[in-house]
Nanobody, 125 residues
Framework: QVQLVESGGGLVQAGGSLRLSCAAS????????MGWFRQAPGKEREFVAA????????YYADSVKGRFTISRDNAKNTVYLRMNSLKPEDTAVYYC??????????????????WGQGTQVTVSS
């Protein structure tokens, strides 16, 4: 069982930056692939970024590529999402998720096993 708790969301002006954190419980964090998703009001949950167990492989949605960076610290059981050059269209609830396939880069939300409760990111224009 893995519990995920996101933090770091908030209100920021367009062009600004935020760093989201996702703290995981349990001793097996390093065996999970991790991902970030977001959901805006009235829209489906969409993939943002993914990282494998070691952090050696990452993958990004085209909409955030070059602006967002996913990373992890297995010693701290935490995955991060650094968001730069934020745009109003980045406004959403951001969720982290864990998948049991350590070496995988997982894009589909349905394949993730554990989810956090989400953290709100609001970007004003």
């Amino acid at each position: 069982q893995v519990q995920l708790v996101e933090s770091g969301g908030g209100l920021v002006q367009a062009g600004g930056s935020l760093r989201l954190s996702c703290a995981a419980s349990g001793r097996t964090f390093s065996t999970y692939a991790m991902g970030w998703f977001r959901q805006a009001p009235g829209k489906e949950r969409e993939f943002v970024a993914a990282i494998n167990w070691s952090g050696g492989e990452t993958y990004y949605a085209d909409s955030v590529k070059g602006r967002f960076t996913i990373s992890r610290d297995n010693a701290k059981n935490t995955v991060y999402l650094r968001m730069n050059s934020l745009k109003p269209e980045d406004t959403a609830v951001y969720y982290c998720a864990a998948d049991k396939r350590a070496h995988a880069i997982v894009v589909a939300a349905v394949e993730y096993y554990y989810w956090g409760q989400g953290t709100q990111v609001t970007v004003s224009s």
